[in-house]
């Protein structure tokens, strides 16, 4: 059984900048391609970025490119957005998702394992 917990949401002004943090346990789960997608107030979930289970492969929604950077560190069992350059328009809770087959990048809403969310606020 894989688990994903994330962290590291909050309230920061708009130019601000947060890290979310999505810690990974569980078999195999290295072996796991992961994401990060997000739910703003009111709409429906949207892809925010992905990385295949290499890392060899990142990609990103359009309106994060140049201001989200994914990571993952396996030995630690950690996978990271670092967000940059905020505004309010990426308000939304946040989910950390992962599977052994699905393409996250292209069906990430059929990923098998999905943390809890953290919810990220960005004022004016």
């Known amino acids: 059984q894989v688990q994903l917990v994330e962290s590291g949401g909050g309230l920061v002004q708009a130019g601000g900048s947060l890290r979310l943090s999505c810690a990974t346990s569980?078999?195999?789960?290295?072996?796991?391609?992961v994401g990060w997608i997000r739910r703003g107030p009111g709409k429906e979930r949207e892809f925010v970025a992905a990385?295949?289970?290499?890392?060899?492969?990142?990609y990103y929604t359009d309106s994060v490119k140049g201001r989200f950077t994914l990571s993952r560190d396996k030995v630690k069992g950690m996978v990271y957005l670092q967000m940059n350059s905020l505004t309010p328009e990426d308000t939304a809770v946040y989910y950390c998702?992962?599977?052994?087959?699905?393409?996250?990048?292209?069906?990430?809403?059929?990923?098998?394992?999905w943390g809890q969310g953290t919810q990220v606020t960005v004022a004016t």
């Open positions: 990385m295949s289970w290499t890392g060899g492969q990142i």
């Open positions: 998702a992962a599977d052994l087959e699905v393409d996250v990048a292209k069906e990430w809403y059929q990923c098998d394992y």
């Open positions: 569980g078999r195999d789960v290295s072996n796991y391609g």
